[in-house]
């Protein structure tokens, strides 16, 4: 770990590659997993005022269980997460169908509802910032944040397709880790980067 800005960044963000690649991973992070998506308390109105956007899009049984829980829960730890069905889909999961091109083949695919209705300019808010960071991972060590990279069999695809990029984690997530931390603790994540490639800590 080293210390950047009131934070400790674990050495992953820098030597571990990931790309996102639908076509292999069809949205997993959206369907899997034991618990919904961690949120905040600011970002729960939010996602109240995404439901009336994306209702149409949602599976029957997440507008039931949306209907008789809320958005969010109490996960075993006390922390807010989005609701899922079924043990373990999101709530705001959308299905459609992905294809990496105009010609290539369709596959059924799992998309977040809320961030399609932001792309598409129906909604100001693209997602939580859990969802944003993944596969960053958040923690509280004391009075700093922790700044760690998790690592899920499901992903395997888009570590696959990052290290044939060479784009580590850090730079993969660079629009929602400077919303998060702001343009300068990216900026010397950067620094850091090429200091550590640098004394030999990085292939």
Sequence with gaps: MIEILDTLVSLDLF?????????????????????????????????????????????PEAQQQIDAEGVVYPDRDGELVT??????DCVFVKHDMFSEGKEGPQTPCAFCAIEAAYRNGKFHWKKPISCALYPVRLSKVGDMTAVNVHKWDICQPARKLGEKLQLPVYQFLKEPLISRFGQAWWDECDIAAKELKKAGYLD
Excluded: M, T
């Design 15 to 59: 030597k571990v590659h990931f790309c996102c690649d639908l076509a292999k991973c069809h949205g997993a992070c959206c369907i899997e997993g034991d618990a919904g998506a961690p949120v905040s308390i600011e970002e729960v109105e939010q996602l109240e005022d995404a439901v009336e956007v994306v209702w149409d899009d949602l599976q």
């Design 83 to 88: 609701q899922i069905i079924n043990g373990k």
